[in-house]
């Protein structure tokens, strides 16, 4: 019998060659092709993936049928593959053996029931099955439901992973045994070094109310409840995506972001490694070779002994994945990485403890510190140079988050983070002098609330307004974005409600000379968090609403200063887009989806076109790109729970195509375990890539 199954699979193999065959599929050597059919016949708009463990690092091809069933997987390095097929409603396949140059057909098999189906559903679908608090439960909470969703969907809970994936919708039996699923919940959310965290939120500023909501829907999940809707299958330009999955790190930690070029010029360090940014969990910063497949690690010094480490943090209560480990341990907290013109990696990098050097402080003649002294700064800069591996500690006064060059001759560094400051360096003074004091400055935000044009005596963000002076607001950028085409900087300002973007014009003699606007999005759009800025001077931005909001300042008919010119007075500038994804039973025309940032395609890295602006799709396994008006997303179906906070594009050959342009995407979930594989699965990059159509090579 065992014989007669082996001489069957093999006719199987070569039907379904000779099938592929008459298909019309040309295939190289390093490519792998074939058609997928069901019972139904063939299968349009599903994922077919070929993944090896031959390589340095996990690989994964993935890529989307046509409206015929049929396949190509492109470019493959020389491997042993498993191939098999994945998509809305259908339950995964048998894994076949290939090798490049095959033609394969797959089986695909339908699912047998609608359970089966929504096992493979972006987790929006079911994050969008939990109940809303009633308007008496709000009553004590500022901004009511606005507010309870602004935390909970894109500053809180969903600001750090997913909400809605296999993991988080169950609770694990590791946990424990309690009386109700509220309790069970107030455990879990108690669990590792985030636990403080955790409660403080849910607990305390949301009055418990998450939990309640969360413990209903995992009720109702463990009973059997499914998704109310079902997600379409890619469509359009969407079946011409081609998916590179690789992973890098180790299965404890996580990374914020990633850079592999000059933001300005994305040719720059072209086929060259990626350096990731694994903020409060390691100082082991990943660097990935996409050309040899492998992952590396730089360790991160720091330059006080003195430093801070978050392996302090301690474990709230034991967590069902590590125990009692404390898995996050790091001086560094590297936030973001950014590579220059000449490929150096600048590092928004904490160098030593916050108290903060003279020549930041009171009677300091130092431009900024004489308007501003700062005291205290939580993190800092830092560049290391890969040709010579030198790594050269950076001593700001201000605190850094984000940071993006200037298009201008200083490659001047704007940073966020600073709170109500915002910093900046002149690298070219620094790499030439070495003197940090002399190379950075920084400014807080003052509208010019009396009208006169220029910077005056103002009142703090507590005082009364003075119609004589003008008004600083503690607006402290997220965010920040050098404008292309100009010399204001922009600011997202998160973690409050409604939130708001500000533009800073630094003036010809900083900080002096610093004037600000503040705008504030209409309803329903609230929640902003992370944003980017096109050529045009447009800025785009992730609303926890459900909305990507554009802001174009062109459009302001009213007076950009002055005593009314102090949040809401250019409704007119905003545009608000519905991001895509059901909405809440209790709130069906917003989405569910909570996008963490938005970055604009500036030099059409991705092929969409430039100044396509990119949200994270972080409810959607992947990332949504704006394109006429209508969302285009990019979805990765395997490993399931894909959750990204910032990307980059990159265009490695601009003769190439494209095979020669994408964008790069890292896993930027706190807790890489809770993705499909579970505990041992380690943080991912992707590189999407957008070929003309779904058969390209």
């Known amino acids: 019998m065992r014989t007669f199954s082996i001489v069957l699979a093999g006719v199987l193999l070569v039907a379904c060659q000779r099938s592929a065959d008459e298909a019309g599929i040309p295939v190289d050597a390093d490519d792998i092709a074939g058609v997928v059919t069901s019972g139904g016949g063939p299968e349009?708009?599903?994922?077919?993936?070929?993944?090896?463990?031959?390589?340095?690092?996990?690989?994964?091809?993935?890529?989307?049928?046509?409206?015929?069933?049929?396949?190509?997987?492109?470019?493959?390095?020389?491997?042993?593959?498993?191939?098999?097929?994945?998509?809305?409603?259908?339950?995964?396949?048998?894994?076949?053996?290939?090798?490049?140059?095959?033609?394969?057909?797959?089986?695909?098999?339908?699912?047998?029931?609608?359970?089966?189906?929504?096992?493979?559903?972006?987790?929006?679908?079911?994050?969008?099955?939990?109940?809303?608090?009633?308007?008496?439960?709000?009553?004590?909470?500022?901004?009511?439901?606005?507010?309870?969703?602004?935390?909970?969907?894109?500053?809180?809970?969903?600001?750090?992973?997913?909400?809605?994936?296999?993991?988080?919708?169950?609770?694990?039996?590791?946990?424990?045994?309690?009386?109700?699923?509220?309790?069970?919940?107030?455990?879990?959310?108690?669990?590792?070094?985030?636990?403080?965290?955790?409660?403080?939120?849910?607990?305390?500023?949301?009055?418990?109310?998450?939990?309640?909501?969360?413990?209903?829907?995992?009720?109702?999940?463990?009973?059997?409840?499914?998704?109310?809707?079902?997600?379409?299958?890619?469509?359009?330009?969407?079946?011409?995506?081609?998916?590179?999955?690789?992973?890098?790190?180790?299965?404890?930690?996580?990374?914020?972001?990633?850079?592999?070029?000059?933001?300005?010029?994305?040719?720059?360090?072209?086929?060259?490694?990626?350096?990731?940014?694994?903020?409060?969990?390691?100082?082991?910063?990943?660097?990935?070779?996409?050309?040899?497949?492998?992952?590396?690690?730089?360790?991160?010094?720091?330059?006080?002994?003195?430093?801070?480490?978050?392996?302090?943090?301690?474990?709230?209560?034991?967590?069902?994945?590590?125990?009692?480990?404390?898995?996050?341990?790091?001086?560094?907290?590297?936030?973001?990485?950014?590579?220059?013109?000449?490929?150096?990696?600048?590092?928004?990098?904490?160098?030593?403890?916050?108290?903060?050097?003279?020549?930041?402080?009171?009677?300091?003649?130092?431009?900024?510190?004489?308007?501003?002294?700062?005291?205290?700064?939580?993190?800092?800069?830092?560049?290391?140079?890969?040709?010579?591996?030198?790594?050269?500690?950076?001593?700001?006064?201000?605190?850094?988050?984000?940071?993006?060059?200037?298009?201008?001759?200083?490659?001047?560094?704007?940073?966020?983070?600073?709170?109500?400051?915002?910093?900046?360096?002149?690298?070219?003074?620094?790499?030439?002098?070495?003197?940090?004091a002399a190379s950075q400055g920084w400014a807080p935000l003052i509208l010019d609330t009396n009208g006169n044009g220029r910077q005056d005596a103002w009142t703090e963000p507590d005082e009364a307004p003075d119609p004589a002076l003008d008004m600083r607001v503690p607006n402290g950028f997220y965010a920040v974005m050098p404008e292309p085409r100009g010399n204001a900087i922009w600011g997202s300002n998160a973690f409050r409600y409604p939130g708001s973007i500000t533009r800073l014009l630094p003036g010809e003699d900083p900080p002096s000379t610093s004037l600000a606007e503040v705008y504030y999005p209409p309803l329903p759009g609230f929640g902003v968090r992370g944003a980017d800025i096109d050529k045009n001077g447009v800025v785009w931005v992730s609303l926890g609403s459900g909305h990507l909001g554009a802001f174009d300042r062109r459009k302001c008919g009213g007076p950009l200063n002055g005593p009314e010119a102090t949040g809401n007075h250019c409704p007119e500038g905003w545009t608000l887009y519905d991001l895509p994804g059901p909405g809440f039973a209790d709130l069906p025309e917003f989405s569910v989806e909570s996008s963490y940032y938005t970055w604009v395609d500036q030099h059409n890295s991705l092929g969409l076109g430039e100044d396509v602006p990119i949200a994270t799709g972080n409810l959607f396994d992947g990332v949504h790109a704006l394109v006429d008006g209508e969302f285009v997303t990019l979805r990765i179906p395997y490993p399931l729970g894909f959750y990204t906070k910032g990307f980059e594009g990159r265009i490695d050959d601009p003769e190439a195509g494209w095979k020669g342009r994408g964008i790069w995407v890292p896993e930027g979930d706190r807790t890489p375990w809770l993705m499909e594989g579970g505990k041992g699965t380690k943080p991912i990059v992707v590189h999407f890539q957008v070929r003309p159509d779904p058969l390209a090579k």
Not at 83 to 107: H, I, Q
Not at 356 to 372: E, V
């Open 44 to 436: 349009a708009g599903v994922w077919v993936i070929a993944e090896t463990k031959d390589l340095g690092t996990r690989f994964a091809r993935i890529v989307v049928t046509d409206d015929q069933g049929r396949y190509l997987v492109p470019d493959l390095p020389d491997a042993d593959y498993e191939l098999w097929v994945r998509g809305y409603g259908l339950v995964d396949s048998a894994k076949t053996a290939a090798r490049p140059g095959s033609n394969v057909d797959l089986a695909a098999v339908v699912a047998p029931d609608a359970a089966s189906a929504a096992e493979v559903y972006p987790a929006a679908y079911w994050y969008a099955m939990m109940d809303l608090p009633a308007e008496d439960e709000l009553a004590e909470i500022p901004g009511g439901l606005n507010f309870y969703l602004t935390w909970v969907k894109n500053m809180g809970c969903v600001g750090c992973h997913q909400l809605g994936q296999r993991s988080t919708r169950t609770l694990p039996a590791s946990l424990g045994t309690f009386e109700s699923s509220e309790q069970a919940w107030m455990r879990r959310i108690s669990s590792g070094q985030a636990g403080g965290n955790m409660l403080r939120l849910a607990a305390e500023a949301l009055k418990g109310l998450p939990v309640k909501y969360m413990a209903d829907w995992t009720d109702r999940i463990a009973a059997g409840e499914l998704p109310a809707r079902q997600p379409a299958r890619p469509q359009g330009v969407e079946r011409n995506v081609v998916a590179t999955v690789r992973d890098w790190s180790s299965p404890q930690f996580y990374m914020h972001d990633l850079s592999g070029t000059d933001r300005r010029d994305p040719t720059v360090n072209a086929y060259g490694p990626l350096y990731g940014a694994p903020e409060l969990s390691t100082d082991e910063m990943p660097i990935l070779d996409p050309v040899a497949n492998t992952s590396t690690v730089y360790d991160v010094p720091v330059r006080d002994e003195d430093t801070p480490t978050t392996n302090d943090d301690p474990v709230v209560a034991s967590s069902p994945y590590w125990g009692d480990e404390r898995i996050w341990d790091s001086r560094s907290n590297i936030h973001n990485p950014m590579l220059d013109q000449e490929g150096r990696v600048w590092l928004t990098a904490r160098i030593r403890g916050p108290e903060n050097p003279d020549f930041c402080r009171q009677g300091s003649d130092h431009p900024s510190a004489a308007l501003y002294p700062k005291d205290r700064s939580s993190r800092h800069l830092a560049v290391l140079d890969p040709k010579s591996g030198e790594y050269t500690f950076v001593d700001t006064c201000f605190s850094t988050h984000h940071l993006q060059f200037a298009y201008d001759a200083a490659n001047t560094l704007w940073t966020s983070g600073g709170g109500d400051v915002v910093g900046w360096l002149d690298t070219r003074m620094f790499l030439a002098t070495g003197d940090a």
